[in-house]
């Protein structure tokens, strides 16, 4: 476990992906398997342990592949197994986030970040980076990361070098250029940690993220339904699936027509309002 930490954890993945391997590795892989020998493991032994954490679905299958991925190391690159114990086990079925924050919601959203920005109770880097999730629909990690080089104000971009679908560049709209425009520029990062040159973690900002929840009462909204909620607006306001895939940084058509169908959905009550108009209209009574 340690090795796959130091040699490949923290080497080859991303900031936020690093974070997450690495709580699930302490939280779930080490308490159950770290005082086994590695060729004392069996599949039914993972497998068991997967299906003990059957209540939270897909918090087991990102630590299925997790342990999964350090056994193929484990089996492959470091030849201290003959075959990887963990292939092949089937992970829970998950279901597909539709989540899209309401305007009631975002209104509460915005009051509360007016408030703790207002009185300093908040890290000011955790709120820009709230801020900027929505108004750019970039992605958790795309914003925690941002370095003030990758942003260009005089052209309205931010220069992404490693996004997860590779180099992209993001249109920065103007509510955006003016909110990064007040802000410090004094170290590395855009939305930074405690200090000037540090980045902000994915813990502290979890952390962050729990408490706006709790205060606004919204419950089961995540960062990532901010970035739905964008771009679902984005295909509301009539943006073509080629657009909103630019837009979002996605390698195909396929997750962008998903916010074209949903705005569909959202646009229903609309046409309903304009189908009883009609109607009404049409009626010689």
Known sequence: LDRYIRDHVRVMLKPSTRWSSER?????IRPRFGKTKLKELTRADISSWHRSMSNTPVEANRALACFRKLLSLASGDWELLEQNPARGISPF???KRERVPTDEELRKLGSWLALVEA???ELPGCVLAAKLMFFTAMRRGEVLGLEWSFIDLENGSAR??????GRRTVPLGITTMEL???VSRTGKYVCCGFTANEMLSEATFRGFWDRMRAATGIEGLSAHDLRRGALTRAAIMGLSAFAIRDLAGHRSLAMANRYVQR???ALRPIADDVSERMAAALNPK
């Open 180 to 182: 990064l425009k007040n």
């Open 93 to 95: 079925p998950e279901q």
């Open 160 to 165: 992404l070098p490693d996004a997860k679908s």
């Open 24 to 28: 699930l590795i302490k939280g779930k």
């Open 119 to 121: 009185d300093g109770s």
């Open 263 to 265: 705005a569909g959905n």
